[in-house]
């Protein structure tokens, strides 16, 4: 079988990035064609990796009949159609996180998936890509810490972020943190403890970006969830850190394992007349670079019939129902539980 030809939709910087780990990390698949609102970004990508078709209409990239399968990096907000005309035409996907922006159009998407017998629907929870969770999940899998009873993740942005948040959180383009970061601390949240969520808290606040709060938004925040198995979350989300921090915890009733507890950039390590130091991640697209590209690798071999995929179109609802209940929570200041949810 030959290259695997993608068309990608989304040419902002993580559409660039996907785009050029297509390109030079992954075998097996090439982009033929790529699509954006603007058609000065389109001319300018389409010439720098030469790409043969470039497009400003999704729909008129669908009619591209060498295409086998489209990479959809573009706003939430225009995932839902997309992602049926993309399953409509036969093609398989990629969609990157969150799937939609309700769990209805969630639904929807995969009542599209399953009419249409799309062989290949991955989304962008890189994170179980990663290499340290997948070997993480392996190690809870193969029982080495025993059942597992809490999983604790923290997601943090650094402060640098601040300006380009509030300025797109005012402009309607950025969810509240716990859709827009917590979405994956959810999935991985569902992928340990291997069960549905029961009931959750949330608080936080606007403490340094106080514009925030006008979005029914936050600079920092945390969420504490029980499971139905009787399993505990904890999911802490900032956007003040130092760095791009994202670290998690398994606590298993045999043993722990944990990612990432300090994000260090390097296996350096510096000591000076007066203290220690360590470089850590500047941003999340140096934290996730690998993650990025194992999640494409993987999608591109369930495509070839090699793999089976850890992410599927399902996983997009259950998460989001999280990010629903700790939103809700956040703002009733309350405890909230399942049945009071979208199904």
Same mark, same amino acid.
């Given at each position: 079988?030959g290259?695997?030809?993608i068309?990608?939709?989304?040419?902002?910087?993580?559409?660039?990035?996907?785009?050029?780990?297509?390109?030079?990390?992954?075998?097996?698949?090439?982009?033929?064609?790529?699509?954006?609102?603007?058609?000065?970004?389109?001319?300018?990508?389409k #010439?720098?990796?030469?790409?043969p078709?470039?497009?400003?209409?999704?729909d008129?990239?669908?009619?591209?009949?060498?295409?086998?399968?489209?990479?959809?990096?573009?706003?939430?907000?225009?995932?839902?159609?997309?992602?049926?005309?993309?399953?409509e035409?036969?093609?398989?996907i990629?969609?990157?996180?969150?799937?939609?922006? @309700?769990?209805?159009?969630?639904?929807?998407?995969?009542?599209?998936?399953? #009419?249409?017998?799309?062989?290949?629907?991955?989304?962008?929870?890189?994170?179980?890509?990663?290499?340290?969770?997948?070997?993480?999940?392996?190690?809870?899998?193969?029982? #080495?810490?025993?059942?597992?009873?809490?999983?604790?993740?923290?997601?943090?942005?650094?402060?640098?972020?601040?300006?380009?948040?509030?300025?797109?959180?005012?402009?309607?383009?950025?969810?509240?943190?716990?859709?827009?970061?917590?979405?994956?601390?959810a999935?991985?949240?569902?992928?340990?403890?291997?069960?549905?969520?029961?009931?959750?808290y949330?608080?936080?606040?606007?403490?340094?970006?106080?514009?925030?709060?006008?979005?029914?938004?936050?600079?920092?925040?945390?969420?504490?969830?029980?499971?139905?198995?009787? @399993?505990?979350?904890?999911?802490?989300?900032?956007? @003040?850190?130092?760095?791009?921090?994202v670290?998690?915890?398994?606590?298993?009733?045999?043993?722990?394992?944990?990612?990432?507890n300090?994000?260090?950039?390097?296996?350096?390590?510096?000591?000076?007349?007066?203290?220690?130091s360590?470089?850590?991640?500047?941003?999340?697209?140096?934290?996730?670079?690998?993650?990025?590209?194992?999640?494409?690798?993987?999608?591109?071999?369930?495509?070839?019939?090699k793999?089976?995929?850890?992410?599927?179109?399902?996983?997009?609802?259950?998460?989001?129902?999280i990010c629903?209940m700790?939103?809700?929570?956040?703002?009733e200041?309350r405890?909230?539980?399942?049945?009071?949810?979208?199904?």
């Open positions: 079988m290259d695997i030809r068309g990608l939709a989304g040419l902002g910087a993580l559409g660039e990035m996907h785009l050029n780990n297509v390109l030079e990390e992954v075998s097996g698949a090439t982009i033929i064609a790529v699509c954006d609102i603007r058609a000065d970004r389109v001319k300018e990508i #010439e720098k990796y030469n790409i078709y470039g497009y400003t209409d999704y008129k990239m669908l009619e591209n009949k060498e295409l086998d399968a489209v990479m959809i990096i573009t706003n939430v907000g225009a995932h839902h159609d997309q992602c049926i005309k993309a399953a035409a036969g093609l398989n990629f969609c990157e996180k969150p799937l939609a922006k @309700t769990i209805t159009e969630c639904h929807e998407i995969e009542k599209a998936i399953e #009419e249409n017998h799309v062989k290949a629907f991955s989304l962008g929870f890189m994170r179980r890509s990663d290499p340290s969770y997948a070997e993480a999940k392996r190690r809870v899998r193969a029982g #080495e810490i025993g059942d597992v009873i809490m999983f604790k993740s923290v997601s943090l942005d650094p402060s640098t972020v601040l300006p380009g948040h509030i300025a797109n959180v005012r402009k309607g383009l950025y969810a509240p943190f716990f859709y827009l970061m917590g979405n994956h601390d999935d991985l949240a569902l992928w340990f403890l291997n069960s549905d969520i029961e009931s959750v949330a608080a936080g606040g606007a403490y340094v970006e106080k514009e925030f709060a006008k979005y029914n938004d936050y600079d920092n925040a945390m969420a504490l969830a029980r499971f139905q198995n009787g @399993t505990v979350a904890m999911i802490q989300v900032g956007r @003040t850190h130092n760095s791009s921090h670290s998690a915890e398994i606590i298993g009733t045999k043993g722990t394992i944990r990612i990432n300090i994000p260090n950039a390097t296996r350096l390590e510096c000591f000076y007349e007066n203290g220690y360590q470089p850590v991640e500047p941003t999340f697209l140096a934290r996730w670079k690998n993650a990025y590209i194992c999640e494409i690798k993987d999608w591109i071999a369930c495509i070839n019939g793999k089976k995929l850890e992410v599927t179109v399902y996983d997009g609802a259950k998460s989001l129902r629903d700790i939103q809700k929570a956040y703002l200041k405890v909230v539980t399942i049945g009071e949810m979208e199904a």
